[in-house]
């Protein structure tokens, strides 16, 4: 797979995904050589450059910043390694459980909020999806090496799982009462996001513990789905240690 962007390639340096980076001639010469030196700590690992152009054309895109990577395909992970993730840090679990994010700049910029405000995982269910792409990895901005990211064929059969473990369950939707500043968030916890406009499949919705809110202040009454589970991520976690 071709991966770009310049936080998802390093990131994938590191890990030892890479096999080979291209390089746009003409990307400043501290950017090359800190490429070149990472690629010789892992070894194996080839650098070449050619024309900004080629880039265009390979990753179908402008937005590679000047480096492209041939990668192994993103695996997805479990629902066991997130709740290994938890228990390994010695806290209660944080999931993000996603209901039809299609839009793979929206799944990446969750991916990327997950991993940041410090949840253990996100998981989608396999055919309500945008898959784990260059594009999501790009918007990610490295996050997907360190987050794991899981599939579930039934999503609401996986509440059903997750709540006899003891997990909350909250779901976003705009109409709630319930405000999201008034709620105790302390304990296991899962948040799920729906889709935009959608918003969450009624099955889904029936599932959820308490539906919340984020109060708006302005004329425009909604939020792209990525922001929103940014503000519900940051005060699910604000007060966690």
Not at 7 to 22: H, I, Y
Not at 158 to 185: M, N, P, R, S, T
Request: glycine share 10%; with cysteine; proline share 3%.
């Amino acid at each position: 797979m071709l991966l770009y962007g310049r936080n998802p390639v390093m990131e994938a340096l590191k890990d030892g995904r890479v096999s080979e980076v291209l390089l746009a001639r003409g990307v400043e010469e501290a950017f090359v050589r800190e490429v070149k030196t990472l690629a010789e700590s892992v070894g194996g690992v080839r650098v070449r450059f050619s024309p900004r152009i080629e880039l265009d054309q390979l990753a179908g895109t402008t937005q590679h910043q000047g480096i492209l990577a041939e990668v192994e395909d993103m695996a997805w992970a479990s629902m066991d390694d997130i709740m290994d993730r938890a228990e390994a840090r010695g806290e209660d679990l944080v999931v993000v459980l996603l209901d039809g994010i299609t839009d793979p700049r929206n799944f990446g910029a969750i991916i990327r909020s997950a991993e940041v405000l410090g949840a253990h995982g996100v998981v989608v269910e396999e055919r309500r999806s945008a898959p784990l792409s260059p594009v999501v990895a790009k918007t990610a901005a490295g996050a997907t090496s360190y987050l794991p990211v899981a599939q579930t064929k039934n999503l609401p059969r996986l509440i059903d799982q997750l709540k006899a473990e003891g997990v909350w369950v909250y779901g976003a939707a705009g109409e709630a009462a319930q405000e999201l500043g008034k709620v105790d968030f302390s304990g296991k916890l899962a948040l799920v996001i729906g889709a935009e406009g959608e918003g969450m499949r009624r099955l889904v919705r029936e599932k959820c513990d308490v539906l919340v809110s984020i109060p708006v202040r302005g004329k425009v009454q909604s939020l792209n789905a990525s922001v929103a589970a940014g503000i519900l991520l940051y005060e699910a976690t604000r007060g966690r240690k």
